[in-house]
């Protein structure tokens, strides 16, 4: 089993940043790939970036791309995401995801999840 535990979500203006952070517990995380979701109110979860088990490999979702950054780091067993120039619409509950296989993770099939952390976005 492995425990996710998000951090890092708050308020922020349009055009900030926020670093979130993704502790993992019960089992080292250097053999799932890792990956960040979100989901705002009335709307279903959305893929925001994935990163390989080696961290050599990352993805994007297209409304993130050039702004989020997704890294790990596999000796502190801990994920993280960088947003910078944050907007309005990324406002929604953010989620750390763990898999065992990248394409499965990418589409939202994750062996295990965080609870979320929330992240507001005001304009």
């Known amino acids: 089993q492995v425990q996710l535990v998000e951090s890092g979500g708050g308020l922020v203006q349009a055009g900030g940043s926020l670093r979130l952070s993704c502790a993992a517990s019960?089992?080292?995380?250097?053999?799932?790939?890792m990956g960040w979701f979100r989901q705002a109110p009335g709307k279903e979860r959305e893929f925001v970036a994935a990163?390989?088990?080696?961290?050599?490999?990352?993805y994007y979702g297209d409304s993130v791309k050039g702004r989020f950054t997704i890294s790990r780091d596999n000796a502190k067993n801990t994920v993280y995401l960088q947003m910078n120039s944050l907007k309005p619409e990324d406002t929604g509950v953010y989620y750390c995801?763990?898999?065992?296989?990248?394409?499965?993770?990418?589409?939202?099939?994750?062996?295990?999840w965080g609870q979320g952390t929330q992240v507001t976005v005001s304009s």
């Open positions: 990163i390989s088990r080696s961290g050599g490999t990352t």
């Open positions: 995801a763990a898999s065992l296989s990248g394409p499965e993770l990418r589409s939202g099939r994750a062996d295990y």
């Open positions: 019960g089992r080292t995380i250097s053999s799932y790939d």
